[in-house]
């Protein structure tokens, strides 16, 4: 049986339904807020609801220390409900901040999913008492909550997150796309069978605009209803998604915005 079977199957053996799932832009290479920061980097702050009560995924936690604390701090952001920690792969504007963001965290009831072994942050991790999964294929993160499975080559191993809305559908959480988006898309179909994926939020790692419409071409073919590109999207493939995709279903993103599935 392969993982995703196993994790359908445990995700049906779960009461718990994800209702509704808030995505925070913690940090990005620009801002929508002018009193948060930006940089090269990314990292995203996850809660998703379920009956009863909410928990936090963090995504990522960028290179910079200070832009992490200062926006977090900005936002206000609540980390007492924060369960899991994904590093998407080993890039340091994605992990580089890591040990000052254990510090500032604080949370003993942590585990932290990575794309292959990786001795450094290993070694951070368990200095903080961290729980820590090699998550080389998908992973259960929280009941409709996984880990894509690590995709690409040897040397840059990349995981996204997958978000199984009840009521929606599937959210596709990306960092870089070094694998290329279009098999980001692939890996989370195969972790949720069945279900339809409505939105792309992340980074997808192309320069021209004519790549940002053939992102746009592969989102509309998959009938996606929320694209929102940021950290290593230039500004040409950007505008060339948006083209394709229209104003409907494109949005802008940076340190601050918000997005809300439910």
Known sequence: MSMASEIAQDIEAISEEVLSVIVTTLVDNQTTQPDLHSVHGLSLYIEVQFPGRSDAVLFDISGSAQVFRHNAQALNLD?????????????????????????????????????AHHDAIEQTLSEANVRRQIAEESRLIRSGVATT??????????????????????????ACSHPKVSQMIKAAKKVFPGRPLQAVIGGFHIKTEEEGRAAGELFVKEGIRLVSPCHCTSKEAKAGIRSVVGEAVYRENGSGTTFELR
Not at 80 to 107: Q, T, W, Y
Not at 150 to 167: D, F, M, Y
């Open 79 to 115: 980390f007492s409900n924060l369960r899991a920690l994904v590093i998407s792969h080993f890039h340091h504007d994605h992990f580089g901040a890591l040990a000052p963001a254990l510090e500032l965290i604080r949370h003993s009831d942590l585990v932290a999913f990575l794309p």
């Open 149 to 174: 499975g690590a995709l690409g080559p040897k040397r840059l191993k990349e995981q996204g997150i997958v978000v199984n809305v009840e009521s929606n559908g599937l959210l596709l959480l990306t």
